[in-house]
């Protein structure tokens, strides 16, 4: 966490000392404090780093990363300038019937709503999905196992494109909510094949 401060931070202040305004500023510095995880992990591998504890700092380090892009998606659009309409011919804008629960929100309730359905996921899967895969567990349903774990995939990316966010992002914060079942070892075993 403080890396991706001290990072966004200094970059926020270089951008400004450049003569960048201050929202935009900040952006840049958020952008440009995190990393790519496929391309370190990847290095991290072929150098036969990923066992040390170099690697295992640099991969807890790309996790937080990971980890952080949520807040900052949800912080970004307190930072956006208003949108210029550009009318058609007769003054008249066109509107695209469109799927999206932030549409039409002021940057604030964009930052809420995206904030409350983030939070609505963990707490779903905190207190939703374990009862309902000890059910699974129970009835001896393993096919369920697999049924169930890509309705949740499906779903939070789903909820994640509704907000304005990556549906990428939903897959990564659904793995995280089925990585905390205690039936992971079981949804691990089912989906290997």
Not at 38 to 63: C, P
Not at 64 to 93: C, E, K, N, R
Not at 140 to 168: K, N
Request: glycine share 10%; aromatic share 6%.
């Amino acid at each position: 966490g403080l890396q991706i401060a001290v990072t966004a931070g200094a970059t926020m202040a270089a951008c400004m000392y450049i003569g960048i305004d201050a929202k935009s500023s900040a952006a840049i510095g958020l952008i440009l404090a995190l990393s790519s995880t496929a391309i370190v992990l990847q290095t991290l591998t072929e150098k036969g780093l990923m066992r040390t504890a170099g690697g295992r700092n640099a991969f807890s380090v790309l996790l937080t990363q990971d980890i952080a892009v949520i807040p900052t998606l949800a912080f970004l659009p307190l930072l956006a300038v208003a949108a210029v309409s550009h009318g058609g011919p007769d003054g008249d804008t066109a509107h695209q019937a469109s799927m999206s629960l932030v549409e039409g929100l002021p940057g604030w309730g964009v930052t809420l709503v995206t904030l409350g359905a983030v939070a609505a996921v963990i707490l779903v899967g905190i207190y939703l999905t374990r009862p309902v895969f000890r059910f699974i567990h129970a009835a001896r349903l393993r096919e369920m196992y697999t049924a169930l774990a890509l309705m949740i995939v499906v779903g939070i990316a789903f909820l994640m494109s509704l907000v304005g966010l990556s549906p990428a992002l939903g897959t990564f914060l659904a793995g995280v909510v089925l990585a905390n079942s205690e039936f992971r070892h079981e949804l691990e075993s089912d989906l290997e094949p």
